[in-house]
Each structure stands twice: as structure tokens, then as C-alpha cells.
């Protein structure tokens, strides 16, 4: 880490990541809805200190968007599995319902949570505090002294969920101990990948076509949209994309193979040397408003609510449309040489 940056300017930046991850997380996805926007208070310390403590391990790591992937995989295994235990709960949400359990798993539940985590929670709150702090993307934003408050607020922030949110939506609940002896191991074995086994990022980029970055925008808001709506259960549908019985395994498998294609596509473009800040930025407003789209048509319980969190999403395009005025041709995604240094859809926070 460069010393010579300014201490505030780090805090700065540490601040706006731990802010707006649960905006991006839940507020933009109308959890809660404006009209109660102070829960955001709650979902701050777990979500933020989450967010930036992940940040911080990957950069110090000198790792890169795969690690940062994995340890938003099990960040969301903490949240869903350990502290609101609702990837197991057989009545949370009536989400056991939503398809057959495995291994006492609530299937597409988990296929629905953990991949939205590692996008929604850590990874596009990660690029775009990146693109909005451009002179620290590849470096930590804390010393050793604020990575550990960082980390025990998290827990602290996980704690808090367990005694309000899960204590009054589960209430008496406890997941079985072989549950939570899994979640511990998987999130170990994920932390062990993301920080050990996956190399530091290299220097490197190969010749290739990259489409243009509206097309890039194009793919996110189908691929946040198409997601979602292929694995909740909306509109008056018990089970995702209004299947039933086995046919439910038509739209989890369906879901799988648009995040296998969208992932592999996102990979090879941006190892290509025609990437630069303006497609992320674009794959990340696209995201968002596919997936705030989504929020307007199934979450969002009253024409209000869908009024305000529409609103929402077009001061997002905004705000994001003033950033990509002052964004460069550099590239926050490819490997670059780093110095060590009513039931309602809550899929950030159920």
C-alpha cells in the first residue's frame, strides 16, 4: 500500500463501500422500501464491515475478482446459513416450499442467495467504489488496526441480524449442528481457494473483440433480471418461474446455465485488451437496473412502493450516467500488476 495517499481520503473510500453496499444490496432491490429506509441501519454493519473486510483481505492478497467472488459465496453462506439460518429453515420465508430440499438445504433458495450475494453484496458495491476512487482500486483502504474493528463490527453486524431480523421472522429456529458445522467448513474451504490456492493477478491481456459498452449494459440487465426471475417465486407462483412439482428444475437448471453464460462471456471479455472502466461501469448499471426492475415488478408490495423504488432506480442510472462521464479507458477488471501491499423477496438479506 502507497503510504503517501492521504489517511482521509482511505477512510473516504472505506466509508462510501460500507455505505453503499446495502444500498445496492437491498435498497435498490425495495428491502426495505423508502418509506422505512432506516433498516438500512441494520443491515450496515454486516453488510458493510462484509463488504470491505472481503476487500481488503483480496487486495492485500494481491488476488483478484475470482477471489473476491468466492469469499461473496461464503459471505453469503455467513449470513443465509449461520446467522439468519435460513438456507436450512423449514418454514423462513416459505422458501422450503419453493422446491425439494437436499441435504436439508433449501434448494433454490441457495441457488437464488449465495450467487446474489457475491454479485450484489460484495462484488458490484467492490467495482463501484473502484471506479468512483480510481487512485486507490488496487491498493487497502484500512492499516492492520482498522481491518480488525472492521471485522469485529462484522460480527457484531451478525449478531444484531440474529437478535432482530431472525428472532422475529424465524422465530425459535436453530439450525441442526451438522447445518452449521457445514456452513463453517464451507466458508473455510472457500476462504482457504479465494486467499491461498487462486494465484495473484498477473499482468497480462490477450487480442480479442469486446462489444461495446451498452451492449455489455445490455447483457447485465438481462442477466440481473432473468436471474431473479427464473428462481423466486412471484406473482401469485409458489414455485420459481411458475412451475410446478418436478418442472421446477427446469428454471434452477436454466438459471445455472445463464450465470455459467454470463460469467464465461464477462471472463473472456475482460481478459481481452479492448476492456476498459466504461464496460464495467456499463455491466454494472445494467445489473442494477435489471435487477431494481425486477424489485418494481415483484417485490415492491403497493403502487407507492413501486412508484418510489422506480424513482429509485432512475436516480441510480443518474448517478451512475455522472460517473461514467468522469470514468477513463483504463480497465478496474482485467488483471493489472498490483504492489503487495405478505412474503416479500429479500435475496441480499432473508
Not at 74 to 80: D, K, L, M, P, R
Not at 113 to 131: G, K
Request: proline share 7%; net charge positive.
Amino acid at each position: 500500500m502507497n503510504t503517501s495517499d492521504p489517511p482521509k481520503g482511505r477512510r473516504r473510500a472505506a466509508l462510501l463501500l460500507a455505505v453503499i453496499t446495502p444500498v445496492v444490496a437491498e435498497l435498490t432491490l425495495g428491502n426495505p422500501p423508502l418509506s422505512q429506509i432506516w433498516l438500512l441501519l441494520l443491515f450496515i454493519p454486516i453488510y458493510g464491515a462484509g463488504t470491505l473486510l472481503i476487500r481488503e483481505l483480496v487486495r492485500r492478497r494481491r488476488g483478484g475478482w475470482p477471489s473476491i467472488l468466492l469469499l461473496g459465496l461464503a459471505y453469503g453462506i455467513i449470513e443465509e446459513g449461520l446467522v439468519l439460518q435460513a438456507l436450512s429453515s423449514p418454514t423462513m420465508y416459505g422458501a422450503a416450499g419453493w422446491a425439494p430440499r437436499f441435504l436439508g438445504l433449501n434448494s433454490a433458495y441457495t441457488e437464488l442467495n449465495l450467487p446474489y450475494h457475491a454479485v450484489f453484496s460484495v462484488a458490484l458495491p467492490i467495482l463501484l467504489a473502484d471506479l468512483t476512487v480510481p487512485s486507490l482500486r488496487d491498493r487497502p483502504y484500512l492499516k492492520r488496526a482498522g481491518l480488525v474493528v472492521t471485522a469485529v463490527i462484522f460480527v457484531l453486524g451478525g449478531l444484531l441480524l440474529r437478535l432482530t431480523v431472525a428472532t422475529s421472522i424465524d422465530p425459535g429456529y436453530q439450525a441442526p449442528a451438522a447445518m452449521l458445522a457445514g456452513c463453517v467448513a464451507a466458508v473455510a474451504l472457500l476462504a482457504v481457494v479465494a486467499l491461498r490456492v487462486l494465484p495473484p493477478v498477473a499482468s497480462h491481456s490477450r487480442a480479442g473483440a469486446v462489444p461495446g459498452p451498452w451492449m455489455v449494459g445490455v447483457l447485465g440487465v438481462l442477466a440481473g433480471f432473468g436471474y431473479l426471475a427464473l428462481l423466486f417465486p412471484f406473482g401469485g407462483a409458489v414455485q420459481p418461474a411458475f412451475t410446478h412439482g418436478a418442472w421446477v428444475a427446469a428454471p434452477m437448471l436454466a438459471a445455472a446455465m445463464l450465470a455459467a453464460l454470463t460469467g464465461w462471456l464477462v471472463r473472456r471479455w475482460t481478459t481481452n485488451g479492448g476492456w476498459t472502466d466504461r464496460h464495467s461501469l456499463c455491466l454494472a448499471g445494467g445489473a442494477l437496473a435489471g435487477h431494481t426492475a425486477f424489485g418494481v415488478v415483484a417485490n415492491a408490495a403497493t403502487l407507492a412502493d413501486k412508484l418510489e423504488l422506480s424513482a429509485l432506480g432512475l436516480l441510480t442510472v443518474i448517478l451512475l450516467t455522472l460517473l461514467g462521464r468522469r470514468t477513463g479507458t483504463g480497465s478496474i477488471m482485467k488483471p493489472t500488476g498490483r504492489r503487495k501491499g405478505p412474503r416479500t423477496f429479500r435475496a441480499g438479506m432473508m
